[in-house]
């Protein structure tokens, strides 16, 4: 590159916040202990969420198999194709995801085969209220360690209201200067001046200055206190940051947003570029997912995979929304026929439901934005929104497996 992503001030910054954290080997170290079962469901008792927990287990013993699907149907996968990885959006929170389970149940034992996602995303913003009081941890434990997805992405937004003394801190420790206003006599937030657009609504995607030091330490903040390993980005910013402060820690991963990545090949180039200036040893990337843009066509994300694999970088996935919310994008968006025209071509494919294709109360963008006590009164309805995504995944996954193609679920789908 003619010019370095990066300036020498810039690593600084990010390796003073690193060591002010433990170091990369602590941080790899505590996330790994907070992803143990047993550490959690410690934690959570304490917290008041067994009960919960409890029921979690015994739901999930009566989830549907795929094996089950597959042995009826005679299934038999043709090895040219490319293999499917389910994912589903929107489970904002313990309340939430605990309704998708129990209606997930309760479809089992009328027949509906609803498997569990094998990757699931969360936008939910990462207040101190949800990291530390035990509804995040509750929400991975039911996610990761009872339904056994792959892969669990929560979202930081920069926007999110901190103490002021966190502020304080950062500036101190990072020698930078963070443009703010006061939220309350405790909090603070960082003042964006694009707010009241929709990239200003959506919570922090205007990464301005060295705000990117604040989405660092809100997701190593988050990843200590819950074992969270995998996070949305907000910015172009934050995906060099990134690339470069998770490079010697092999358990943060980080999913790039369709809104701002690969919508064309070119887009593509430039992402690869980044990623390969700050390669890990083993020549991954904390990059570990890519959403390919709404407006891509076929032929372009299977082109994107061609040039991914020879660029040498490895154990990236890529993934394309399958269904869409209207206020995300166009109505009545379905990609369906793309994806099979990408799975039967060879690529592999991670297939995403932001919707069920159906237009259902909650099912928007809005509901990403939810206060907590509103989240928390609507999380039979937000639950039901999610359970339909499943739903659609599931069935839009057994049909790929009646054409020979290998559709993954997450584990509890298989035990």
């Not at 006599?185 to 959506?202: E, I, P, V």
Request: charged residues 25%.
């Amino acid at each position: 590159m003619h010019y370095a992503l990066l300036s020498e001030n810039d690593m600084k910054a990010m390796d003073a916040l690193k060591s002010h954290h433990g170091g990369a080997k602590k941080i790899d170290h505590t996330i790994e202990t907070m992803r143990d079962f047993e550490t959690r469901k410690r934690i959570l008792s304490e917290k008041g969420y067994g009960e919960m927990i409890a029921e979690a287990e015994k739901m999930v013993k009566s989830f549907p198999k795929v094996e089950d699907f597959e042995r009826k149907n005679h299934i038999f996968y043709d090895k040219k194709f490319g293999t499917a990885r389910s994912q589903v959006s929107g489970f904002q929170g313990a309340k939430v995801t605990h309704h998708c389970m129990k209606k997930i149940a309760q479809g089992s034992q009328s027949g509906e085969l609803c498997f569990v996602p094998n990757e699931m995303i969360s936008v939910v913003a990462l207040s101190d209220n949800y990291v530390y009081n035990g509804d995040l941890l509750a929400t991975l434990t039911m996610a990761e360690n009872i339904m056994k997805v792959s892969k669990f992405c929560n979202t930081n937004l920069i926007g999110i209201p901190q103490p002021e003394s966190r502020f304080r801190e950062l500036e101190s420790l990072t020698k930078k200067t963070f443009e703010r206003i006061k939220v309350d006599d405790s909090q603070s937030r960082l003042l964006l001046k694009n707010q009241g657009t929709f990239f200003g609504n959506f919570g922090g995607i205007e990464v301005a200055n060295d705000n990117h030091l604040v989405y660092l330490d809100g997701i190593t903040r988050t990843a200590l206190a819950t074992g969270s390993n995998f996070f949305l980005n907000p910015s172009w910013s934050t995906i060099v940051a990134i690339c470069y402060y998770g490079r010697d820690i092999a358990n943060i991963h980080i999913k790039v947003s369709m809104l701002l990545s690969t919508q064309n090949l070119i887009q593509l180039r430039m992402l690869l570029n980044i990623m390969k200036e700050y390669l890990r040893d083993d020549g991954t990337s904390p990059i570990y997912e890519i959403n390919i843009g709404n407006g891509a066509s076929a032929d372009t994300f299977i082109q994107a995979s061609k040039e991914l694999k020879s660029s040498g970088i490895k154990g990236v996935s890529f993934s394309a929304h399958i269904y869409i919310n209207p206020d995300l994008g166009m109505e009545n968006f379905n990609w369906t026929e793309n994806m099979h025209k990408v799975l039967e071509s060879g690529t592999d494919m991670t297939f995403k439901y932001e919707s069920d294709g159906q237009a259902r109360e909650m099912d928007t963008m809005a509901t990403y934005f939810l206060s907590e006590a509103d989240r928390n009164a609507s999380a039979d309805k937000i639950g039901d929104v999610i359970y339909f995504k499943s739903l659609r995944a599931s069935k839009d996954g057994m049909d790929l497996m009646k054409r020979g193609i290998r559709a993954e679920f997450g584990g509890s789908s298989y035990e």
